[in-house]
């Protein structure tokens, strides 16, 4: 999926409509294309970037070189976040990978305040698609 979040982070990230100094989740950040993206896109508050594998949460801290991005380990389905902590929550290209994707929207939406925007972008489009449904 690399190759194809790199294509896909600039449009998303247009298509979200980030604001200056907001607080941003990126859910499922795997690689780390739309976290660094979004880095380069606004001067944002925070971005604070989550996954399930270790594997990418060790190689994004190992690549970040920037302050305002926090990179951490954690459950889609079971965010560490107090509610209302975020102004948007992100996920690219992940929700199909989550075997119970409608809790981890409700997550999203869970830790992003009133007013704030949970945007996902699905690798699949199809009646089948646990993200799409």
Same mark, same amino acid.
């Given at each position: 999926?690399?190759?194809?979040? #790199?294509?896909?982070?600039?449009? &998303?990230?247009? &298509?979200?409509?980030?604001?200056? %100094?907001? #607080?941003?989740?990126?859910?499922?950040?795997?690689?780390?294309?739309?976290?660094?993206?979004?880095?380069? @896109?606004? =001067?944002?508050?925070? +971005?604070?970037? =989550? =996954?399930?594998?270790?594997?990418?949460?060790?190689?994004? +801290?190992?690549? !970040?070189? !920037?302050?305002?991005?926090?990179?951490?380990?954690?459950?889609?389905? @079971?965010?560490?976040?107090?509610?209302?902590?975020?102004?948007?929550?992100?996920?690219?290209?992940?929700?199909?990978?989550?075997?119970?994707?409608?809790?981890?929207?409700?997550?999203?939406? #869970?830790?992003?305040?009133? %007013? %704030?925007?949970?945007?996902?972008?699905? %690798?699949?489009?199809?009646?089948?698609?646990?993200?799409?449904?």
């Amino acid at each position: 999926m690399g190759r194809w979040s #790199r294509r896909l982070a600039r449009l &998303f990230i247009d &298509f979200t409509g980030i604001a200056e %100094g907001e #607080r941003i989740l990126d859910v499922g950040c795997g690689t780390e294309s739309l976290t660094f993206a979004l880095a380069k @896109a606004a =001067d944002l508050a925070e +971005i604070v970037a =989550d =996954d399930y594998s270790p594997v990418f949460v060790r190689e994004a +801290i190992r690549r !970040n070189t !920037n302050p305002r991005i926090k990179v951490r380990q954690a459950d889609a389905c @079971a965010l560490p976040f107090a509610g209302g902590t975020f102004d948007r929550a992100l996920a690219l290209l992940v929700l199909h990978f989550v075997p119970e994707a409608g809790k981890a929207v409700a997550e999203m939406r #869970r830790v992003v305040r009133s %007013g %704030g925007v949970v945007q996902r972008r699905c %690798g699949i489009i199809s009646a089948a698609c646990p993200a799409c449904a």
